[in-house]
């Protein structure tokens, strides 16, 4: 195959939190990162919020709610590139991931709204979208689905410890990438609840949004006995591959708890999700490097240290940036799905065989 250039893409994510949608701009030929552009992330108006909320769970969701989707993330492109005007030139290729309203790979079955053509048109960049219908259809789990990416970045990486490494991204669901060097296939599944389970939490109970730095959490105390029950699932114990639907977890096991004892057990019940999976990986990792908005917790950070033993760390430590590897990720799919590259591969999705996806909409 004839030398790939790299090119400047544009990732877009929409994350289960539903708070906004993250933009970030990568140069890539969807093997190697050679740079990184800028990021944001532009909140949802509480009308488009709400409309995503009440399309999940849904295999038909009403046209209009992708339709404002689509054009929300239409005006976060629109806005970054006014903002760095030197990219607008450069940028070429767009990944939308859309957000995930149902995830149901038993039944072969994910789906992702946000319209590929009609963002191309608005922005006038070609777009890939639909990532992970694929890997579904192939029998795969449809996620996680950064960990080729997550292996991409550990290959940049100044190497200080010998052995393996784990990226835990802690979202509203959490999921873990145990990678081992640049030519071994990553291993990657979903542990269990990440930040969506406390996030609900704390905003039925105080109106807060999230238990911003841990306030709230460091002043409750864990429930044993509720704690006990939320564990007590088959899935924690269940070998990879394995992903789960952010409406998989519930908050009525602790409805009878304070605010603050709620979002502690609840807080533990992710840490212990994450700690007890780590027997399934192939081999013990010597360190978690956190991405996702739990690294902004302390009490989970320090939870996952505590469990583990293990050095527990935001991506920053090592010069990433945690708030965007989400969307560089499906910037550096999309430019895989470009080029027919594998977006998923057995040992992160279970997928018989390295699977590409995406479906490519061109510009006007």
């Not at 990440?194 to 105080?206: A, F, I, R, Y």
């Not at 050095?311 to 969307?327: L, R």
Request: proline share 7%.
């Amino acid at each position: 195959m004839a030398a790939f250039e790299p090119i400047w893409a544009l990732g877009l994510m929409s994350g289960t939190s539903m708070d906004g949608i993250d933009a970030a701009l990568i140069e890539t030929d969807g093997e190697r990162v050679i740079a990184f552009g800028p990021a944001a992330t532009t909140p949802y108006a509480e009308d488009v919020r709400e409309a995503i909320r009440s399309a999940l769970g849904q295999a038909h969701p009403d046209p209009a709610i992708a339709r404002d989707l689509t054009d929300a993330h239409a005006d976060c492109i629109q806005a970054i590139l006014s903002q760095y005007p030197e990219y607008k030139g450069k940028v070429t290729l767009v990944g939308l991931h859309g957000h995930t309203v149902l995830h149901s790979p038993e039944r072969r079955l994910t789906l992702q709204i946000g319209d590929g053509p009609r963002l191309a048109e608005r922005v006038g960049i070609d777009v890939v979208s639909d990532f992970r219908s694929a890997d579904v259809a192939a029998g795969g789990q449809g996620a996680p689905f950064a960990p080729l990416f997550h292996r991409a970045l550990c290959s940049m990486m100044d190497r200080d410890t010998d052995g393996p490494v784990v990226v835990l991204n802690i979202g509203g669901i959490s999921n873990v990438t145990w990678i081992a060097g640049a030519d071994t296939d990553p291993v990657a599944f979903d542990t269990g609840p990440g930040n969506g389970l406390m996030d609900e939490w704390v905003e039925s109970t105080t109106g807060l949004k999230c238990d911003l730095d841990g306030q709230i959490s460091a002043k409750g105390r864990v429930d044993s006995t509720t704690l006990g029950r939320l564990l007590d699932n088959p899935y924690f114990d269940a070998p990879p591959p394995k992903s789960l639907d952010r409406l998989d977890f519930s908050i009525d096991a602790v409805r009878h708890l304070t605010p603050e004892d709620g979002a502690a057990t609840l807080a533990r019940f992710t840490c212990e999700t994450v700690a007890s999976n780590l027997k399934h990986l192939p081999a013990f990792p010597v360190r978690i490097l956190v991405t996702g908005g739990g690294r902004r917790n302390p009490t989970l950070m320090t939870g996952l240290a505590d469990l583990t033993g293990l050095p527990v760390d935001p991506v920053e430590a090592v010069g990433w940036d945690g708030d965007a590897i989400e969307a560089q990720a499906f910037g550096f799919l999309a430019v895989r799905s470009l080029r027919g590259l594998p977006l998923s591969v057995p040992s992160t999705t279970g997928v018989p065989v390295p699977t590409t996806g995406g479906h490519l909409h061109h510009a006007a």
